[in-house]
């Protein structure tokens, strides 16, 4: 996935890494669990009735260079231009979502990279229960724990699920193959998921930020603080929502 304006220098800044960029395990987790922490996962757009734009050159001015963030094909967009330049092959997958009650398209964007000749399943955005960090294939059907949160990747035959354990249930996020998947094949699904009255990020704020202690939500009017095992709600009146997005997310309100 190429863009002109992608420079790795001002992504590596953007995310506050410094460290080596040499191609391995170890780059992969630091790159995801830095984007995680410093770009969140938003729907701002969506609700100010903008639209979201999956232009590679607008993905990175919007994520990059004017410090916001994005839904699926914006933030997993920006990641992978990250491995091609960093020369990891990687390999886009459409996933379902499965956490609803009745069955929904593939409209979810997640990214399959290659290091050391092991593949890793990378998500950077899925809001609530999202990976933590990149889940190795080799790891289907068991048991991983990341962090304070707890992962099964399940696979029969063709088909991968994964899923998370919450309040002692697991529960199924989203199911995919391997099936070969391009940047361009998602069109339909985010025109779909930025304009259709019946999706969640047209009715209300979806607002996740990874920290290394847990993870920040805004939903609603809900801000919910996620600090290990902990969970801390508060619900939020609307004139606040511009002192929420600034000092837990550090976003600002589109025009």
Known sequence: MLAQNFKLDDYLQRIHYQGEITPSAVLLKALMQQQLFHIPFENLDVLAGKGISIIPEDIVAKLVYQQRGGYCYEVNGLFSMALQALNIPYQLVAARPMFYPMKRPKTHMAVIAKVEGQEYLCDLGFGSYSIREPLHLADCNQTIQQDFDTFQLLKEGDE????????????????????????????????????????????????????PQGRTILFGDQLKQVIGKTTQVQTIQLNDVKTVLREYFNLTMPS
């Open 160 to 211: 991968y699920i994964l899923q998370a354990l919450v309040e002692g249930n697991w529960i199924n996020q989203y199911g995919f193959n391997r099936c070969p998947t391009e940047f361009i094949d998602f069109t339909p699904a985010n025109w779909m998921n930025s304009t259709h009255k019946d999706v969640i990020f047209m009715q209300k704020y979806l607002i996740v930020k990874f920290t």
